[in-house]
């Protein structure tokens, strides 16, 4: 069944790169997400790519695809304190079906 | 921007209680989910709407019920609250691109 799976916990310091990976089983995913849900609130699209790309950069964050391993990666430039906050893969088929992963709480130490 | 308003932030019920979670959107969009949240279980869909008085089920509808009575509200209803409905509860909307807007989120405590 469809399944995406990503590590629960990152910790890094101020300033250095973050990265957050994820793997996916379907291969008919259409979108790939990455939501951020700050402290008591709920979950915010942060970023997304189409399944025919390979990489899409948009200011400090990056995505990387790669279909073959069905992995997907979020990288985060110069990580700040404020981006603290969990992460969530997500992926969609198209329709209404989106599936999440667990959450990967990334904690910045200053 | 989209808008997605749930009444309760924090809601603290008793065992056997009927409750009631209020959700509102304001951008017109069809399809409204609510979904829980539970640590390192991420988001799992409980059911979906995708039109008036439409519903689906989700991965876990067992012991809850939705209505969606007009197209900018979409209840989620506990008839008889227990202990293993604690937890974190997110409303969310989507008006065809599949990108998902969240409410805040509701975290009920059932004591």
């Known amino acids: 069944g469809e399944d995406v799976e990503q590590s629960l916990f990152l910790s890094v310091r101020e300033g250095d790169s973050s990265v957050i990976n994820c793997t996916y089983t379907d291969s008919s995913s259409t979108y790939l997400y990455w939501y951020k849900q700050e402290p008591g609130a709920g979950l915010q699209l942060l970023t997304y790519?189409?399944?025919?790309?390979d990489m899409k950069q948009d200011q400090r964050l990056t995505v990387l695809l790669n279909k073959k391993d069905k992995h997907l990666s979020l990288r985060i430039a110069d990580t700040q304190t404020g981006d603290s906050a969990i992460y969530f893969c997500?992926?969609?088929?198209?329709?209404?079906?989106?599936?999440f992963g667990a959450g990967t709480r990334l904690f910045v130490k200053a | 921007d989209v808008k997605v308003t749930q009444s309760s932030r924090y809601l603290v019920k008793r065992t056997g209680e009927k409750v009631f979670l209020e959700c509102v959107q304001d951008m017109d969009h069809e399809n409204m989910f609510w979904y829980r949240q539970d640590p390192g279980l991420g988001l799992r869909l409980i059911y979906f709407?995708?039109?008036?008085?439409?519903?689906e089920k989700g991965d876990i509808p067992e012991g809850y019920s939705v209505s969606r009575e007009k197209k900018e509200r979409f209840s989620l209803i506990l008839e008889s609250a227990s202990t293993n409905q604690t937890s974190m509860y997110l409303c969310a909307t989507h008006g065809g691109s599949e990108k998902l807007f969240f409410g805040s989120g509701t975290q009920l405590s059932v004591l």
């Open positions: 997500a992926e969609t088929t198209g329709g209404f079906k989106t599936i």
């Open positions: 790519i189409f399944s025919n790309m």
């Open positions: 709407s995708y039109d008036v008085k439409m519903k």
